[in-house]
């Protein structure tokens, strides 16, 4: 594995807890990646998720477009994220990384993290945003920073575009892998493991192509019903954690143990809680002909392999979850306006072309989807170094 730019250990000094820092490479000068707080985070953990947001911000390069992908990067803290104590940690990390998020870190929210909190603790600390680091390369700092304030007031159907653009994506790489494979989406069920940000938001836009989302799963257990759920619901039920409320469930619904969620029945299966959700040893329970990766490394490689080899299509995290970020930097930069039409249209356009070219270049290759992905992103870099530097 290549080496990355700056890896950073941190030890809290109250709590004796660890944070990491992985800049994986630099794109004129600049890195991008989420940080993510869980208890049992590790600096390995961090390293891969950096060097695939690398590969995911490589992927949606246009270049025609006025934004160019940045480095990868990820931040993560292993520490509790419902504990009390979690928001005083990230203020003690945010002040030790404080160089990097200046100069160099464009970050935003991840797996046990919301945005807010990330901006009310950056706020205090006299930031003046999670992604100042890319205010340099902005032809218009002022209307760029204008464009996003407005797009981050947009609601659809209540709940925010920023929280909808990346189940958007998570949504159009699932139906076009069905298309692939000649399934109605009116014929198809789908489960959805996580009910956050990117899991309810693609459970929504499934519902709304005619997909039967026939289970969901949150921290508390598996909401399910054979005859399809009624996602707009739950959605309104939910809680900030995602969790969904258990005394405001349709006629139909019924509850199982969360350690049955590869149990139901369902065509598509798209885990969007926690890494390393499918491994080697529950990977034969998976039934699903497409699994679609919303959250980051769901599925090990070596299960990943297995389920390709049998014939399923998966749809490897770096390309389905990546309109998650790519839809910030084509607002700030002016590539879509701040209004849903103009995400919407945009993200589904781009998320035909780029499933599409990985899965056509895994089958021509034989190889699985997520190392087609890195040829066609590494590709992408060469032309991007050519053109604009690496760690320059």
């Known amino acids: 594995m290549r080496e990355p730019y700056l890896q950073v250990t941190w030890t809290d000094p109250v709590t004796g807890c660890h944070g990491y820092l992985v800049i994986d490479r630099l794109v004129r000068g600049v890195s991008s990646g989420g940080l993510r707080m869980r208890a049992g985070c590790t600096l390995d953990e961090v390293r891969g998720l950096a060097a695939g947001v690398s590969v995911k911000e490589a992927l949606n390069y246009d270049p025609t ?21 979690a928001t005083d940690v990230l203020r003690r990390y945010l002040t030790a990384m404080r160089p990097y998020v200046e100069r160099f870190w464009t970050m935003g929210e991840d797996l046990g993290l919301r945005q807010s909190t990330i901006d009310k603790v950056l706020a205090e600390l006299g930031f003046s945003s999670s992604i100042q680091a890319v205010y340099p390369l902005l032809d218009d700092e002022r209307a760029a920073r204008a464009r996003l304030r407005k797009a981050a007031q947009v609601r659809v159907g209540g709940l925010r575009l920023k929280e909808l653009v990346g189940g958007c994506g998570v949504a159009e790489a699932a139906l076009v892998a069905l298309d692939r494979l000649a399934l109605p989406a009116k014929d198809v069920r789908a489960f959805v493991q996580g009910f956050g940000a990117i899991g309810g938001s693609t459970a929504r836009f499934l519902a709304e192509a005619g997909v039967q989302v026939v289970g969901i ?17 739950l959605l309104r039920g ?6 969904v409320d ?147």
Do not use: C
């Open 65 to 85: 477009g006025r934004y160019i992908p940045l480095g990868g990067a990820k931040g993560g803290i292993d520490w509790d994220p419902y504990d009390p104590r």
């Open 217 to 233: 799963a949150d921290v508390k257990g598996i909401v399910a019903n054979q005859d399809g759920l009624d996602v707009e619901r």
């Open 238 to 243: 939910r809680d900030s954690h995602g969790t």
């Open 246 to 392: 258990r005394d405001d469930l349709a006629p139909g619904d019924h509850l199982l143990p969360g350690d049955q969620w590869l149990d139901v029945e369902a065509d598509v299966l798209v885990p969007a809680a926690v890494s390393y959700a499918v491994d080697e040893r529950n990977v034969d329970q998976v039934k699903a002909r497409v699994v679609v990766e919303a959250a980051n490394m769901p599925v090990l490689p070596e299960a990943e392999r297995r389920l390709v080899q049998r014939g399923a299509l998966v749809i490897p995290d770096v390309v389905a979850n990546s309109a998650s970020g790519s839809w910030w930097w084509w607002t700030l930069f002016g590539d879509v306006q701040p209004d849903s039409d103009s995400a919407f249209t945009k993200i589904r356009s781009a998320m035909r072309r780029l499933v599409n070219a990985v899965l056509d270049e895994a089958d021509h290759a034989a190889i699985t989807p997520r190392a087609a992905a890195a040829r066609i992103a590494d590709l992408a870099v060469r032309d991007i170094d050519a053109k604009f530097g690496s760690a320059a």
